[in-house]
Nanobody, 126 residues
Framework: QVQLVESGGGLVQAGGSLRLACAAS????????MGWFRQAPGKEREFVAA????????DYSDSVKGRFTISRDNAKNTVTLQMNSLKPEDTAVYYC???????????????????WGQGTQVTVSS
């Protein structure tokens, strides 16, 4: 089992940048594929980015590709989301998620995550 705690959200002007961090508990962090999701008011939660357990394979939604970068440090049990060129439509609560792997260590996932953080608010003003 893993527990996730996000940080780094806040208020930023359009065109600005924010860096979200997710700290994971447990000794087997490298077994987990990780993802970031977001949920805006009145909308369903949506996939943002994912990274494989090992190998550094990444995947991004079309809406953030080229602007956001996901990375992880298995030695520090952390995953980060660097968000550049932010737009007002990026405003949402951002969630970190973990999916335990038993094989396919290099695979990314857009669904099926078992563990979730509490979320961190990102607000982009126009």
């Amino acid at each position: 089992q893993v527990q996730l705690v996000e940080s780094g959200g806040g208020l930023v002007q359009a065109g600005g940048s924010l860096r979200l961090a997710c700290a994971a508990s447990g000794r087997t962090f490298s077994r987990y594929a990780m993802g970031w999701f977001r949920q805006a008011p009145g909308k369903e939660r949506e996939f943002v980015a994912a990274i494989s357990a090992i190998g550094g394979r990444t995947d991004y939604s079309d809406s953030v590709k080229g602007r956001f970068t996901i990375s992880r440090d298995n030695a520090k049990n952390t995953v980060t989301l660097q968000m550049n060129s932010l737009k007002p439509e990026d405003t949402a609560v951002y969630y970190c998620a973990a999916k335990e792997n038993y094989a396919n260590w290099g695979q990314t996932y857009r669904s099926g995550y078992e563990y979730w953080g509490q979320g961190t608010q990102v607000t982009v003003s126009s």
